[in-house]
């Protein structure tokens, strides 16, 4: 179905060729899924596939890409839309209507479809994705995830024989994802349709996928079946490191598989006793909000909210998409709608509502780095960011750019923001709200595009806040990333809090949100690969 023969991909002003003569056959019916570290080709080459890449994107491609026998040099997107659909990775970049009625149709208008099909096809989608009831919503209302399922849907009622799609969870709730690749995987397995997807959190997709297509970084493509392939790489998700540490091979693809293999293991843990409890709160509380409302028009978003923040921990923010988690961050922060209720943060010149101070003297209380960190960076180089920081925060030069090379050493200071990865990027802006030196750093989904090795660097980065004394709190659906570095987790639903206790307990109650060592180890309390590794290396007691 998909077919690349010796292509090679080149950016005009970009050194190294992300695809360095690649070939590569998929055939019709398989699901194919592109892993590889940030900045390596993933989306160079799905572009490939509909001949975004070169006709939109600029750059030169050499060999051949024929697509259900059509040859993308001579084949523009659009002579391809009735064959190849694609998801990108901003749903708000890629929306061409208003509404989301509006977009579920648009497609289908394009290819001249009969009002009956289009009307059936949009029910159909509105049902498979859970959004029926946001049919009439303006888009840019949209939570981010909700934005992301709309994306998803507009191109599922085109029916395409292939189906690309870039990084399609990434602002999914943990449940929503399985539900669209469960969904995916029925069209692959019942319709024959093809079906290649770029995503960084593997463990959300490895298990459905026939093909792994593995891109070390150099050009070249690694192709092969998932688990070969898994075997050599070191990216690899927090199951297969688990098989790893446990010693088993061939090394497991589903939980179910590891559960059964998982009898010795669960033994040898048990001897070992159970993990250590992370240490107990401070009394103080740093950040307080009591009975927070958030209304839009005709939506509650947050529904009287009682929150206490305390100062060294991480707190977890999960619910479902649309939940209310990150209308409750901009009103903490205050510069965000809120209707009811008061917040109140202590910082070194006492205690105060961020919403009642100028936004300088706010963003020395609460820090907060959005969705899209983009959206924060406007000036032309990194040295310019860091200088503006500096004199908003009347911070002495220099104090931006010393946090940033603590984060990430060594950015070139003429480096324009938007050349930069998502990483570096997300440093950035951290370093830009830390030099303000908040009590309080408010983080909303920030592990977005990035992989494993960036990933761990982050919590890494908010392990050191935490430990000098801040209070984080992160909205995330990562729930490996929970598992890793929160000591506490709120759960949301409909705008009010459902559950709030410590990471182990919130976890292990709630299949939706147990990481995948819970899930192969459960009902024994073990969430993270890291803690198992201790365990067993830890001396045991004398004989
Ligand atoms: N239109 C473009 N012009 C110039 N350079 C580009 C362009 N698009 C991508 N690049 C560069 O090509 C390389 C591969 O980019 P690509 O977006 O394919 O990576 P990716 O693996 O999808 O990354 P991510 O995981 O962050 O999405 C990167 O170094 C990127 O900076
Ligand atoms: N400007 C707006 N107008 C109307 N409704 C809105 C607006 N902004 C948000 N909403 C709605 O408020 C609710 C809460 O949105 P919010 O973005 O806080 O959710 P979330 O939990 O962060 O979601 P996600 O996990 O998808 O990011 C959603 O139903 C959303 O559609």
């Given at each position: 179905m998909i077919d690349f023969d010796r292509v090679t991909v080149h950016y005009a002003d970009h050194g190294e060729p992300p695809l360095r003569d690649v070939t590569l056959h998929i055939p019709e019916g398989e699901l194919c899924l592109v892993a590889g570290r940030t900045g390596t080709g993933k989306s160079t080459l799905l572009r490939a596939i509909n001949g975004l890449v070169p006709h939109f994107t600029g750059g030169t491609l050499h060999g051949t890409v024929t697509v259900h026998g059509r040859d993308t040099r001579s084949h523009p997107p659009r002579d391809l839309a009735d064959v190849v659909g694609i998801v990108g990775q901003d749903p708000l970049a890629g929306f061409v209507t208003d509404t989301v009625e509006e977009e579920l149709a648009y497609g289908m208008e394009q290819l001249a479809l009969t009002p009956a099909t289009m009307r059936k096809r949009v029910e159909e989608t509105l049902d498979l994705l859970g959004i029926a009831d946001l049919r009439a919503r303006p888009l840019r209302t949209l939570s981010g995830g909700q934005q992301q399922r709309v994306a998803i849907g507009a191109v599922l009622t085109n029916h395409p024989q292939v189906l690309v799609l870039d990084e399609p969870t990434s602002a999914l709730d943990p449940t929503a994802a399985e539900d669209v690749l469960a969904a995916v995987t029925r069209l692959v397995h019942d319709l024959g349709v093809t079906v290649v997807v770029a995503e960084h959190r593997l463990e959300r997709v490895v298990q459905y996928a026939?093909?792994?297509?593995?891109?070390?970084?150099?050009?070249?493509?690694?192709?092969?079946?998932?688990?070969?392939?898994?075997?050599?790489?070191?990216?690899?998700?927090?199951?297969?490191?688990?098989?790893?540490?446990?010693?088993?091979?061939?090394?497991?693809?589903?939980v179910r598989d590891a559960r059964r293999r998982a009898a010795d293991l669960r033994q040898r843990l048990t001897s070992a006793g159970p993990p250590p409890p992370r240490p107990a709160p401070d009394a103080v509380p740093v950040l307080t909000a009591r009975k927070i409302v958030v209304r839009y028009p005709g939506t509650v978003a947050v529904a009287?909210?009682?929150?206490?923040?305390?100062?060294?921990?991480?707190?977890?923010?999960?619910?479902?998409?649309?939940?209310?988690?990150?209308?409750?961050?901009?009103?903490?922060?205050?510069?965000?709608?809120?209707?009811?209720?008061?917040?109140?943060?202590?910082?070194?010149?006492?205690?105060?509502?961020?919403?009642?101070l100028s936004a300088t003297r706010a963003r020395r209380l609460v820090g907060l780095v959005p969705q899209s960190p983009a959206d924060l960076l406007y000036l032309e180089t990194v040295s310019a960011e860091c200088g503006q920081a500096d004199r908003e925060a009347e911070a002495p030069a220099g104090t931006c750019r010393a946090m940033l090379d603590h984060l990430v050493p060594g950015l070139p200071a003429d480096h324009?923001?938007?050349?930069?990865?998502?990483?570096?990027?997300?440093?950035?802006?951290?370093?830009?709200?830390?030099?303000?030196?908040?009590?309080?750093?408010?983080?909303?989904?920030?592990?977005?595009?990035?992989?494993?090795?960036?990933?761990?660097?982050?919590?890494?980065?908010?392990?050191?806040?935490?430990?000098?004394?801040?209070?984080?709190?992160?909205?995330?659906?990562?729930?490996?990333?929970?598992?890793?570095?929160?000591?506490?987790v709120i759960v949301m639903a409909q705008g009010e809090i459902v559950a709030d206790g410590t990471t182990t307990e919130v976890m292990l109650s709630s299949p939706a949100f147990a990481p995948q060592v819970a899930k192969v180890l459960a009902p024994q309390p073990w969430l993270t690969v890291d803690q198992v590794t201790a365990a067993l290396t830890r001396p045991g007691p004398p004989a």
């Open positions: 026939d093909r792994l297509l593995y891109l070390p970084g150099d050009g070249t493509v690694v192709d092969g079946e998932p688990a070969a392939v898994l075997t050599d790489i070191d990216l690899v998700p927090p199951l297969i490191e688990l098989g790893r540490v446990a010693g088993w091979t061939p090394v497991p693809l589903s009287g909210v009682d929150l206490d923040v305390h100062p060294g921990r991480v707190v977890a923010v999960m619910g479902r998409n649309g939940s209310g988690k990150s209308s409750l961050l901009w009103a903490l922060q205050g510069s965000g709608p809120r209707q009811g209720g008061t917040v109140t943060v202590t910082g070194p010149d006492g205690t105060a509502d961020p919403a009642s324009h923001p938007r050349d930069l990865s998502e990483g570096q990027r997300l440093a950035l802006v951290l370093a830009i709200q830390l030099t303000a030196a908040p009590s309080v750093i408010l983080l909303d989904e920030p592990t977005r595009g990035l992989d494993y090795h960036a990933k761990q660097q982050f919590a890494a980065i908010v392990q050191r806040l935490a430990a000098a004394g801040r209070a984080v709190v992160v909205a995330t659906h990562d729930v490996e990333l929970v598992a890793a570095l929160a000591d506490r």
